[in-house]
């Protein structure tokens, strides 16, 4: 597929990698929609997209909400007139272990709701929005592209048990989209980032970065843009589907 004058939305466009990766592909010619929860930054990114040379349209959306996400991928369609690529992106954490032993006493420690908040997001948000990007590219008759955005956590880390779950699932999702949409001419690929600089990290006090980077074998963390240029290399790419991208220094974790 080729980027000049593609329409792709973005979820959790509006602000680190959804943000970037806007702006790498609107300087190659996409019309990006970013959908976001915070109308602010939204804007912010749009402009930035614009600036770097591409159309950019903003849509207020929670990705958990069923009816949120249906009319924001009618007014994509409407607005553009075609959708061919959708990067499922919106993510959050909310860290904490399962149990824990205090003074001798068990004590759960993962609330429900830490769960549920998660994994209404970061999985069922992926369906949602999946869902009706395909529903939309196979009603316009365009072909198009997914790519589900996971993480190095769906092998499992330590304190994630909501977060590692669901990019265990959006991961899995891969292969059956790519089997179940190949026929309507729809790819579709997932990203595994490892850490990647980010406001949050570039907060963070020195030393405690230094350890974290002192165990990635290329010895620091990745860059927006190097996720970004994955996703335009597997839009770029016709016979990439139903595969994941590491994209981690080699971490393991
Ligand atoms: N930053 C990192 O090091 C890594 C990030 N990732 C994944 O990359 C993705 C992006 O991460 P970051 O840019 O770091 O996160 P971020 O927190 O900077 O941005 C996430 C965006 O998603 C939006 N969002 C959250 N909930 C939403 C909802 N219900 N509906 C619509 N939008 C919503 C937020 O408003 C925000 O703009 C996430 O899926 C994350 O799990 C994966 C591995 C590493
Ligand atoms: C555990 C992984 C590498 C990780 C780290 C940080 C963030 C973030 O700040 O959003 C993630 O989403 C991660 O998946």
């Not at 709701?113 to 949602?128: C, K, P």
């Not at 990290?201 to 010895?219: D, Q, R, V, Y």
């Not at 843009?225 to 335009?232: D, N, Q, R, T």
Request: aromatic share 6%.
């Amino acid at each position: 597929m080729k980027l000049q004058d593609s329409v792709i939305a973005i979820t959790g466009g509006g602000q680190g990698l959804g943000r970037a990766m806007g702006e790498y592909l609107a300087a190659r010619g996409a019309r990006v929609a970013l959908i976001d929860l915070m109308p602010e930054t939204l804007d912010e990114a749009a402009e930035a997209c614009r600036k770097a040379g591409g159309e950019a349209r903003t849509y207020v959306c929670n990705v958990a909400k069923e009816e949120d996400v249906e009319k924001t991928f009618e007014s994509i369609v409407a607005d553009f007139g075609h959708l061919n690529g959708l990067i499922n992106n919106a993510g959050i954490l909310r860290d904490g272990l399962l149990v824990k032993v205090k003074d001798g006493q068990v004590e759960k420690r993962m609330e429900l709701s830490q769960w549920q908040a998660v994994i209404d997001v970061n999985l069922t948000g992926v369906f949602l929005c999946g869902r009706e990007a395909a529903t939309q590219m196979i009603r316009t008759g365009d072909e198009g592209v997914i790519i589900n955005i996971a993480s190095i956590a769906r092998a499992g880390n330590m304190g994630q048990s909501n977060y590692s779950a669901a990019k265990a699932g959006v991961s899995a999702l891969v292969p059956v989209w790519a089997k179940e949409l190949a026929r309507y001419g729809i790819r579709c690929m997932g990203i595994a980032p490892g850490f990647i600089e980010t406001a949050m990290t570039a907060s963070m006090k020195p030393e405690a970065l230094e350890k974290m980077t002192a165990g990635i074998p290329l010895k620091r963390m990745g860059k927006p843009e190097e996720i970004a240029s994955a996703a335009a290399f597997i839009f770029e790419n016709d016979y990439m589907s139903g595969r994941m991208l590491e994209v981690d220094g080699a971490l393991r974790l």
